[in-house]
């Protein structure tokens, strides 16, 4: 039972890293999701223990791991991938419609676990 609070960590995760990036791609500050990412991921565990605490907390916690993951995961990914500094910085077609189905997507994510729960 330990691999959905994992699992929808990982999704939710994800999902604030890629919405993140897509936001400073223009910039060439490509770190910026991971940190932001990472900062969540403490946020998340810091409020298991002290907000909620105990057994119930625990949950919380295993989700912000999941939060961390993914910004270190994203960290090393883009740590070794060269910089394109030919490329437009403008953003396509696409980067806008997921700048708009990322948030309502993690929206969704939170509601099924408040369901599941």
């Keep these: 039972m330990i691999f959905v609070p994992v699992g929808i960590g ?10 993140v990036y897509i936001l400073t791609k223009r910039s ?5 999701a991971s940190v932001i990412t990472a900062l ?8 298991s223990i002290l907000l909620i605490g105990g057994f119930e907390g625990m949950g919380f916690g295993i989700i ?8 270190i995961a ?3 990914v883009f740590l070794f991938k060269p910089v394109d500094h ?3 910085h403008q953003l396509s077609v696409k980067d806008k419609r997921n700048l708009m189905g990322i ?6 994510v939170v509601v099924f676990t408040f369901f599941i729960s």
């Design 74 to 76: 994203g960290l090393f």
């Design 103 to 108: 948030p309502a997507f993690f929206v969704i």
């Design 64 to 71: 912000g791991i999941g939060f961390l993951v993914i910004a």
């Design 10 to 19: 990982l999704i939710l995760g994800y999902l604030l890293f890629s919405f």
């Design 40 to 47: 969540a991921g403490i946020a998340i565990i810091v409020a």
């Design 28 to 32: 060439e500050k490509r770190y910026i």
């Design 86 to 88: 030919h490329a437009s």
